[in-house]
């Protein structure tokens, strides 16, 4: 990928996430979007932190038995 190409590709992902930005954050429709999302989000965010905490329990179980 040449720097011509880099530079196109990353000025594209800026529009793109700055006009999704500006929609939820700046639209009442993104602001109902957002409140729907958030409890879903946290929900969400909730689940990862215990299969975290699972993971980190099964490997502490394990590690016993590997020395």
Avoid: H, Q, W
């Avoid at 999704?20 to 429709?29: N, S």
């Amino acid at each position: 990928m040449n720097d011509r190409t880099s530079i196109l590709l990353s000025a594209l992902a800026g529009a793109v996430i700055g006009g999704c930005a500006g929609y939820l954050f700046l639209t009442d429709e993104g602001r109902r979007l957002r409140e729907d999302l958030e409890p879903k989000l946290a929900g969400l965010a909730d689940e990862i932190e215990r299969a975290r905490s699972m993971v980190k329990d099964a490997r502490a179980d394990v590690r016993p038995f590997g020395r």
